[in-house]
């Protein structure tokens, strides 16, 4: 297992450096630059130049990369040139509210998911497993910002239950009860938006897998020793049709980071998603670049995670 | 010996669902098993036996079941799950086919055997499950059986993953043993051990056996009664040695004529002419053997084949056995299956 | 010449436990065997459950890791060293036991068959579909089969199917595991004639592998027992059956199920008798390990596995 694992990392080090090749020269492809939306017309070229030479923006590319590349490891992303502060600073708080949504999202996902995915792959065929399985081709034709924007209307406006907008109500003291419990009711509404798409493909995939397991040979073995029918699926069916999910786990990462795009762009949450769209509108690409990378690097390391949950899960990848 | 009979199956029809229509694996078939008998079901591949073991233990997935199915006098064809898993794995258990797909591969072998245990013996504390989960792989023959217990079915050769699906099914004591090709995978001392193995559980409990196989030397050396199916339908019983010493439907001797013999190693062994047919276009009028020796004139067979008793408890279908004979082969030598 | 020629084979699997799954142990599923086979003989391989038959066949197929010891196959060393392969996958090829599952069954009969010859050679559609077409002739099936999947036909017709892929190639060598075991004798009967048939064709050599010493006596030329990974015995074929040396052999010999059920008393007593007689003299037979010991000659073809004298 552990030489498996191994080669797993192993692996994982070109595809995270091809990841920051991609990210470098799609931003320096990014049509202005950073000098762009900072100076007024006015200036005069020679004192442009001036700018360019001193910001490094005129260096040969492989130098311009490695400068980029060992300010990355320092925790230096560079400098926004639209708040002109460090990239890193503004983000960083951006960063724990998506945390904190894709979490909610997971949550949601899996509580609600699971159960779908279970009920739709025992009773399949039955009226039950339909309802499911033409909710989950609803929710892979609808675009994630339509369901956002429903979730948004019935739930904030129609309903007034959820607040229809930002991370916590104003005003409230950092670190008190109620600023918690604000943070939560924030997060909950466009959490569950994320879920409601997030978790059609652990469903339909735990349906197939449910099904195709109960016809396997040793599934009649276990109802000829007499057990249940209950114990049948939790026992057998269920766990052998869990692990892989349990392995999906880290591509799931993926689904969520396209979904906090949009979802905290049309619920104005202040998170990385909307900080990223924002941060196009305005041309900062110095945190258009930050966020690109990172988001990259949890798409790796979700498929990284995914690959070594399975190995221990499974016996017989953990022999070889 | 007690007066009931052990299991008595009546007219049973088990029909599988292909496109549109059912079409019987099964079709027709009485049968009984008594207490502290062996009852071999031999025949051809896809001739219905597997199906009609898996009708007794009510374990088709999506069958047409009809007919009646008797275990100690009572109809458990038509059993309500609840009362059906307390027989199943405790007084009637089966031996799987395939060792190779009938074990869960994410469990651990030990803990395999021990759920029959959990589900039938609740007052067994865990280490006494584990001592007897130990015991039985040592009963079936297993070496090394503690670090076999803890080893997954992946890693373990085709005989020895069979020896763990027969420990679970004679775990419990079961008064009927189904045993489905139960050695096929094992070599002939580990057969023998099994085969002993099942006779004394038969002896000491006055059990029932049903075994099914392909191996006529396994059923020369286990069976008391033997009921030979083709085609859904079975064509001839009898007690063992009538049907080895004076078999009487044709596909009964090809059966015995195919199995090489010691001697005469250049000869060619005896194949039945045609092909096995398919459950959808099996010939369902007349004698269904008659494609398979069309050598034979027509009219030597029945209209509606019966099964018809040419000696007590001896019962042959069709009428075509009297005059049947092997091509150009006279009758006379071929007459006796072997001498 | 011989064939093949195997020299003290030995193959171990790690047995892996402990916290941190590292090797504590091995299985010698393999562990010191030799042997050869002749051009267009039968060479028959049974044994123990377990006693690495599978494994020593997969070996020359080069399907596993070899721990120890040498292949050869026509004079060609297969295995010469780390990283260095031999490929002789297209002159040696195996026909599995299970006719049902080792035909995937979402592909045509042409494309199992034709798919030895795509990895091998490169060959038009046109031509592609002529050999197949010849092939499945020379198995005994109609030419129109090709487009039909593996569940449309008999398990006897599979195997062949399965025995078509194995000689697209015009291998030398074929290894059998367990080819007939899951047949009915009727079918089986037709694959045994069937392979004794293209065995004169084709000149064609078998390492047979069976647990049915029926089958065995009735396709083999030379037989090798197994017992825990090692041989206890070899010689021809009446040799082994007429007079059987080892203890091992002759406890094999006599547990074969007789066919007669009006001897079945009789021989289920002789069954016991040799039972005994194997557990009395198990020492005599086998090393403080229980392992056997290593093979001498008694005649040129006759080789047991008994103690050293003196
Ligand atoms: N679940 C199923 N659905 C449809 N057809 C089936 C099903 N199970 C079995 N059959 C068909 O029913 C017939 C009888 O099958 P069965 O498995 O009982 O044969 P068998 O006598 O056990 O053969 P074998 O000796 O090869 O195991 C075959 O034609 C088979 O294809
Ligand atoms: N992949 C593996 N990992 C660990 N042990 C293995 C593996 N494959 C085989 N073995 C072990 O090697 C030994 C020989 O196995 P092999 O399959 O060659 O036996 P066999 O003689 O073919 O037996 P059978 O007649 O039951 O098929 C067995 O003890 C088996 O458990
Ligand atoms: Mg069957
Ligand atoms: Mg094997």
Known sequence: MWKFIVRRLIITMPQIVLLSLFVFIMASFMPGDALTGQIGPDVDQDRLQELREQMGLNNPWYI????????????????????????????????????????????????????????????NDKLIDQVITSYTYLGFATPIFIFGLIALWVGGFQLGWFPTGGSVAPGLEPGSLEYILSKIHHLLLPGLAIALIGLVGTVQYLRSEIIDTKQKDFIITARAKGAPEQRVYNRHIFRNSVLPIAAFFGYEITSLISGTVFIEQIFSYPGMGNLFLESINI????????????????????????????????????IK | MSDTLLLEIKNLKTSFRIGEEYYAAVDNISLDVRHNEVLALVGESGSGKSATAFSIMNL?????????????????????????????????????????TALNPLMECGRQIEEVLILHKSNMSSKQRKAYGIDLLNQVGIPRPERIYDQFPHELSGGMRQRIIIAIAIANKPELLIADEPTTALDVTIQAQILDLIRELKNDLNSGVVLITHDLGVVAEMADRVAVMYAGQIVEIADVETL?????????????????????????????????????HLPREGCRFKDRIPWMDDSVHEEHPELHEVSPGHFVRCTCYQHFHFPEQNEEEQAHGIT | MALLRVEDLQIYFPIRGGILNRKIDDVRAVDGVSFEI????????????????????????GLNNITGGDIYFEDNHLNPGKGKKVDV???????????????NPRKRVIDIIAEPIRNYEKLTKKQELRRVQEL?????????????????????????????????????????????????????????????????????????????????????????????GRFVEEGLRDEIFTDPQHIYTKRL??????????????????????????????????????????????????????????
């Open chain 1, 64 to 123: 311009q990369y490695r400068d980029w590349i060992l300010g990355v490891f320092q925790g230096d992303f560079g400098t926004s040139f639209r708040y002109n502060m460090p990239a890193s600073e503004i983000i960083q708080q951006r960063m724990i509210n998506t945390i904190w949504l894709s979490l909610v999202s997971l949550i949601f996902i899996y509580a609600l998911g699971i159960p779908m995915g279970l009920i739709s792959g025992r009773y």
């Open chain 1, 283 to 318: 041309r900062d690409y110095t945190v258009v670049t930050a966020l690109v990378l990172l988001f990259g690097l949890a798409a790796i390391i979700g498929a990284l995670l995914s690959d070594i949950i399975l190995s221990i899960v499974d016996p017989r990848i953990r």
């Open chain 2, 60 to 100: 088709h997935n999506r069958a047409k079941i009809e007919g009646q199915i008797l275990f100690n006098g009572r109809d458990i064809a038509n059993l309500p799950p609840s009362k059906m898993n307390k027989l199943r794995g405790n007084e009637i258990s089966m031996i799987f086919q395939d060792p190779l």
């Open chain 2, 244 to 280: 080895f010493i004076q078999p009487l439907h044709p596909y009964t001797r090809s059966l015995l004529s195919s199995v090489p013999n010691a001697e005469g190693t250049d000869d060619k062994l005896h194949v039945i002419q045609g092909i096995v047919p398919s459950l959808k």
């Open chain 3, 38 to 61: 002749e051009q267009g003989e039968t060479y028959g391989l049974v044994g123990e459950s377990g006693s690495g038959k599978t494994t020593t066949g997969k070996a020359v197929m």
């Open chain 3, 89 to 103: 996958r297209k002159d040696v090829q195996m026909i599995f036991q299970d006719p049902y599952s080792s035909l």
């Open chain 3, 136 to 228: 499945l002739e020379q198995v005994g099936l109609t030419p129109e089969s090709i487009y039909k999947y593996p569940h449309e036909f008999s398990g006897g017709q599979r195997q062949r199917i399965g025995v078509a892929r194995a000689i697209a190639l015009k291998p030398k060598l074929i290894i059998a595991d367990e080819p007939v075991s899951a047949l009915d004798v009727s079918v089986q009967a037709q694959v045994l004639n069937f392979m004794q048939q293209i065995q004169k064709d084709l000149n064609l050599t078998f390492l047979f592998i069976s647990h049915d010493l029926g089958v065995i006596r009735h396709m083999c030329d030379k037989i090798g027992i197994m017992y825990q």
């Open chain 3, 253 to 310: 010999v006599a547990a074969i199920p007789d066919i007669d059920p009006r001897r079945r008393q009789e021989h289920q007593q002789y069954r016991e008798q040799v039972k005994e007689e194997y557990q009395n003299s198990f020492n005599d037979y086998f090393n403080e390990d229980g392992l056997a010991h290593s093979l001498k000659s008694i005649t040129d073809t006759h080789r047991v596995a008994l103690p050293e004298r003196g």
